[in-house]
Nanobody, 126 residues
Framework: QVQLVESGGGLVPPGGSLRLSCQAS????????IGWFRQAPGSAREFVAA????????YYADSVKGRFTMTRDNAKNTAYLQIARLEADDTAVYFC???????????????????WGQGTQVTLSS
C-alpha cells in the first residue's frame, strides 16, 4: 500500500514554470508506476504524464509534450512534474496516482490506479 501527497502548486504568471512533487509513503515505491492527472472545473480528469516503476519509461499526453517533464527519485520516494511555459489550459488541480503492474496501454486511464493523492492547485495568473 502507498500514500501520496502532492505539493508545489500555486499561482504562476503566463509563461512561468513550477515543479510539482508527489511524495509517497509506504514500501516498494520503485515498483509502482506513477501517473499525473489534472482536472479543471467542469471537466473530466485528464492524463498528463506517467512513469513506469519497472523501467522508468515516461509517457506524456500530446497536449503537454515538450513542456512537461516527469521524473522520479526512488531513493526519496518522490515523483516530480516539471511544468514549463505555463498556459491557460494548464490551470487545474493536479493529482498523482500510483499502482503496480500497470501495462503501458493503461497508464493513461485514471480507473487503473488504486492510490491517489489529494491534489494540488495550479493556476495561471492574469
Amino acid at each position: 500500500q502507498v500514500q501520496l501527497v502532492e505539493s508545489g502548486g500555486g499561482l504562476v504568471p503566463p509563461g512561468g514554470s513550477l515543479r510539482l512533487s508527489c511524495q509517497a509513503s509506504g514500501s516498494a515505491f520503485r515498483t509502482y508506476s506513477i501517473g499525473w492527472f489534472r482536472q479543471a472545473p467542469g471537466s473530466a480528469r485528464e492524463f498528463v504524464a506517467a512513469i513506469k516503476g519497472s523501467s522508468s519509461s515516461r509517457y506524456y499526453a500530446d497536449s503537454v509534450k515538450g513542456r512537461f517533464t516527469m521524473t522520479r527519485d526512488n531513493a526519496k520516494n518522490t515523483a516530480y512534474l516539471q511544468i514549463a511555459r505555463l498556459e491557460a489550459d494548464d490551470t487545474a488541480v493536479y493529482f498523482c496516482a500510483a499502482d503496480r503492474h500497470l501495462m503501458t496501454t493503461y497508464l493513461g486511464f485514471p480507473a487503473q490506479y488504486g492510490y491517489w493523492g489529494q491534489g494540488t492547485q495550479v493556476t495561471l495568473s492574469s
